[in-house]
């Protein structure tokens, strides 16, 4: 059977047989290998029993299965484990074949990869893949980058297992060199950890301070998954409410109130700390998944600290419908935070990111696919040097729409007691960018005070830099002028 399969995939975990089983039903020959072999043999006894899909018991025999150029599809855990693996597979690899990372991997190490194999004569993509073991089965969004030249290799593959839009319009095509598809794919882990904090202080105002039973809150998220909100974890959150164990109890009111996280949250705020753009939403939201960890600190605090009275004499439904507005505004700072993000890294490392593809690349399939998208594709797409999507006419509308119910909703909650680290980031965030003028010319006058680190004039052109002797005892010498 050497040489029969069209592409093949290492790593049988629920992403990896759910893949295989999208590949083989589309009509492609897969196969597959496990470090733990044994998985090997239970999934082609099980969900890959009389399909097109060859197993494996080695590397070598794996390899041997592929058809030339052989394509390689790992999805293993980020970090030293690629590289391992990678190692593992090169005696028998030869020039023209690719090697494929599915998983999350931060997008230095691809950009890493992808010089290191190409100076072998080997291609590598880093292929973001969103879309959980349902998209994986059924369609994801795939985020493929790195070595251009392999995307005509592994585009008929990818462009048919992905979700489609209503046009038919596959959720994959080619990001960019190097890492940005992972970046890419980072950035989207950052804006759906973003979407899911939103969707969690709705959550908390609507049961603490409204008071609403959880069919009652249901209702409302399925009601706003018919409007501008709609997109999958909103429908999922009404699903959730509405879910009822065999005791008929709500099972959310059993599950402790902590939060893991896998990292590339973290990772697409240090990117945002490195590149300097600001990313407040995204970062409020990984803080508050690390505060939500801390439940034993909580806990013994919730004895001992005080707080207001929660109290709410407002219109239940006109609250309901604020809330919706500022779930909505603050979403619209989560994405324009994520793409200003992606645009910052385009010009550092020379990419040529297309931000409308991305967004429809995101309409179908991922974990934060929403009719939202659509709008983000058709900002970019009348124009394409948009340099934030605050400014495009629709999302300047929706701003001012939903601007005065954010604003009363987090009002209401900061007089109540109740956190809401990204809503309440996302407002200070949408004010600054929109103040010509800010405190920081105070902040550089502390600056220069005890550290001569100099400043600009507003009487001056810009690049002229002046220091101030504050005290009559610093002298006149300045320090070097630059930014981190």
Known sequence: MAGVADIGLIGLAVMGENLVLNMERNGFKVAVYNRSVEKVNQFLEGRGKDKQIYGAQSIQEFVSLLSKPRKVMMLVKAGEPVDQLIQQLLPYLEPGDVIIDGGNSHYPDSTRRTNELENRGLYFIGAGVSGGEEGALTGPSIMPGGSEAAWKLVKPIFQTIAAKVDDGTPCCDWVGKEGAGHFVKMVHNGIEYGDMQLIAESFHIMKDLLGLSYSAMAEVFKSWNKGVLDSYLIEITGNILDYRTEKDEVLLEKILDVTGQKGTGKWTTFSSLELGTPLTLIAESVFARSLS????????????????????????????????????????????????????????????????????????????????????????????????????????????????????????????????????????????????????????????????????????????????????????????????
């Open 293 to 484: 960890a801390q439940k034993d600190e909580r806990t013994a605090a919730s004895k001992t600290l005080s707080g207001p009275a929660l109290m709410f004499d407002g219109e239940l439904q006109q609250t309901i419908d604020q809330l919706q507005q500022a779930l909505y505004a603050s979403k619209i700072i989560s994405y324009s935070q994520g793409f200003t993000l992606m645009s910052q890294a385009a010009q550092e490392y020379e990419w040529d990111l297309d931000y409308g593809s991305i967004a429809l690349m995101w309409r179908e399939g991922c974990i934060i696919r929403s009719v939202f998208l659509e709008r983000i594709a058709e900002a970019f797409k009348e124009n394409k040097q948009l340099n934030n999507l605050l400014l495009a006419p629709f999302f300047r509308d929706k701003m001012a729409w939903a601007q005065q119910g954010w604003r009363k909703i987090i009002a209401n909650a900061a007089l109540s007691g109740i956190p809401v680290p990204a809503f309440s980031s996302a407002l200070s965030y949408y004010d600054g960018y929109r103040s010509a003028q800010l405190p920081a010319n105070l902040l550089q006058a502390q600056r220069d005070y005890f550290g001569a680190h100099t400043y600009e004039r507003t009487d001056k052109p810009r690049g002229q830099f002046f220091h101030t002797n504050w005290t009559g005892r610093g002298g006149n010498t300045a320090s070097s002028t630059y930014n981190a």
